[in-house]
């Protein structure tokens, strides 16, 4: 993925408009630092890409991936 530009960013949450094969996307990222458990982050995270993975509309983005990675003591969840 190529991010392309920050479309919107609000609390610990950026999204992106990126590039995936030639097609348009968008790249969610949020990092929470901190005392975080990686479980309590990923109960909204799955919620959130179970429900992305059910829609269909063309003015909601496809769900391509997501991931959860753990950096230290920050938690970061992607959603493209």
């Known amino acids: 993925f190529q991010?392309?530009?920050?479309r919107s960013e609000f609390d610990d949450t950026r999204?992106?408009?990126a590039?995936?094969?030639n097609s348009n996307?968008?790249?969610r990222v949020r990092s929470r630092q901190g005392?975080?458990?990686?479980?309590?982050v990923g109960t909204g995270f799955d919620r959130d890409v179970r429900v992305?993975?059910?829609l269909?509309?063309?003015?909601i983005p496809r769900?391509?991936?997501?991931?959860?990675?753990?950096?230290?003591?920050?938690?970061?969840?992607?959603?493209?």
């Open 3 to 6: 991010l392309v530009e920050l």
């Open 15 to 17: 999204i992106y408009r």
């Open 19 to 21: 590039v995936d094969v």
């Open 25 to 27: 996307i968008s790249y």
């Open 35 to 40: 005392e975080v458990d990686a479980g309590s």
């Open 52 to 54: 992305l993975q059910q």
């Open 56 to 59: 269909t509309h063309p003015g």
């Open 63 to 80: 769900h391509v991936a997501h991931a959860r990675l753990k950096h230290g003591d920050v938690v970061h969840t992607y959603v493209v």
